[in-house]
């Protein structure tokens, strides 16, 4: 059975606080194209088919991008109101001396745009935003797919061996995991850490 739906979580691009290199800007290009790949191979035409995911500037921009040059139908959930969530999670200070700080202002709006829809998600008191809006995103993928797990599929863009925080990437793919939907993890392959 053709997936109808992808599910996607990712690492933002580096703060300038980050001490270890994760996802640099020189990153970019390779993480575009691989998820440009699992796009194509998720693209069925005989189906309805839908892409759900966050928007924070980094791996969920780039998703963002291939979905609507692939003209499918892209489903946005964010854990703050706009104005607040662009800035923690898009406008936030990038490890790259020569970044524009528009660009992924821009990359964001313009992705808001084009999305069918755009959900804001209310956290409970006491519980972690992030967490809340990953769980929202996998209860709309559950329901789209009427709970048919097969019919989703789920990519992170994480390292292998990432630090699972509360609401982060890892964390998420846990959680899609212990719902019996299968985890595609992919990540360029670098040989050792880098530092700054």
């Not at 691009?13 to 020189?26: E, W």
């Not at 796009?39 to 609507?68: C, M, N, T, Y």
């Amino acid at each position: 059975m053709h997936p109808t739906v992808l599910l996607f979580t990712g690492h933002l691009l580096d703060s300038i606080d980050r001490i270890s290199a994760r996802f640099p800007y020189r990153l970019i290009s390779e993480v575009r194209r691989m998820i440009a790949q699992e796009v194509r191979a998720f693209q069925s035409p005989d189906i309805s088919q839908i892409a759900v995911s966050s928007l924070a500037a980094g791996g969920d921009i780039l998703f963002a991008e291939a979905i609507v040059e692939a003209g499918i139908p892209l489903h946005i959930f964010l854990s703050h109101p706009p104005d607040e969530f662009v800035d923690r999670s898009v406008q936030y200070a990038k490890n790259h001396h020569d970044e524009n700080e528009n660009e992924w202002l821009h990359r964001f709006a313009s992705s808001m745009d084009q999305a069918v829809s755009i959900s804001i998600v209310d956290s409970k008191e006491g519980e972690d935003p992030y967490v809340a809006c990953n769980r929202e995103m996998l209860r709309h993928a559950l329901q789209f797919s009427n709970n048919e797990t097969q019919r989703i599929l789920a990519l992170a863009m994480m390292e292998t061996e990432s630090e699972v925080k509360q609401g982060g990437t890892a964390d998420f793919a846990l959680e899609i995991e212990s719902n019996g939907i299968p985890v595609r993890r992919l990540w360029p392959h670098r040989p050792h850490r880098l530092y700054r």
